[in-house]
């Protein structure tokens, strides 16, 4: 019988815990009729080439990524599969308790700290959302933090660094990932006591499993399957769960890349950096 063909996985190295993740991933599939090995790149447009170039199978991609792979394959590439937590991410906007401050039309003349530019919760994202509302950059003053660009706000760095912004008086309001806000508010971080959510997004879609088209089909069904079985009441599944932020592994839904696919589009945002 002939051994299944193994598939390389790529994936983004943000932060250190990327590694037992995906040695806890690779070792679920070991056993399986789909077996796995990963890459590991510094930054995701490293990432985006490798997979047009056929070096790896399948990128696990942030939502920028994932237009930009989407662009570069003239809309034929491939969404595979996608977090719980990543159907339903939204960008908040936060300010001081008390601030009076309510909706994006209310930050006209305001100090509005955004993210590093290739983050699409941070920063494309939320000027989108405000230039939707009539709010344009020319409305407000912009405090922009470039921070670990390449990772597209994975680390956070940036999120947390205009967060800083607000608690130091140096903006009014920071745009930032609802994860980064809700791990902070769960953490029982003292620094974010005296800020709260005056604006929230709607739904979108974040991170996907990418694949190109020439992927053939019988090799993506037995690892798809096999990923969308992993158990959080598996006590062993339930630890790479944890640790990478979701209870089910979920089909994507491309409506909720709708929004970034505008933002791009009206920032003019390249296809490569």
């Not at 709607?202 to 090799?219: G, I, P, V």
Request: with cysteine; net charge negative; aromatic share 8%.
């Amino acid at each position: 019988m002939t051994e299944p063909q193994e598939l390389l996985i790529g994936a983004v190295a943000y932060t250190a815990n990327v590694v037992p993740i995906w040695e806890g991933i690779r070792e679920y599939f070991a056993d399986s009729d789909a077996p796995m090995d990963f890459v590991l790149f510094s930054n995701y447009e490293r990432q985006v080439e490798a997979l047009l170039a056929g070096h790896i199978d399948i990128a696990w991609n942030t939502n920028v990524a994932w237009i930009r792979t989407l662009r570069r394959t003239n809309g034929t590439a491939k969404a595979l599969a996608t977090r719980d937590t990543d159907l339903v991410f939204t960008t908040v906007m936060v300010g001081r308790a008390g601030s009076g401050l309510s909706g994006l039309e209310a930050l006209k003349g305001r100090r509005v700290a955004l993210g590093s530019r290739d983050s699409g919760q941070a920063r494309i994202l939320p000027l989108h959302f405000m230039n939707r509302a009539g709010v344009t950059p020319d409305d407000v003053e912009l405090v922009i933090f470039d921070s670990d660009v390449g990772k597209h706000g994975d680390t956070g760095r940036s999120d947390l660094d205009a967060l800083r912004a607000v608690i130091d008086d140096e903006a009014d309001v920071a745009a930032i990932g609802v994860n980064t806000w809700n791990s902070l508010r769960a953490g029982g971080d003292d620094s974010v006591a005296d800020l709260e959510v005056v604006w929230e997004s709607e739904h979108y879609s974040h991170c996907n499993f990418s694949a190109l088209e020439t992927l053939d089909d019988k090799r993506i069904r037995p690892w798809l399957d096999h990923l969308l079985a992993m158990d959080w009441e598996n006590p062993e599944h339930r630890r790479i769960l944890e640790l990478e932020g979701l209870t089910q592994w979920k089909l994507p839904q491309l409506d909720g890349y709708g929004s970034l696919v505008k933002a791009m589009d009206e920032q003019q945002i390249s296809d490569r950096w």
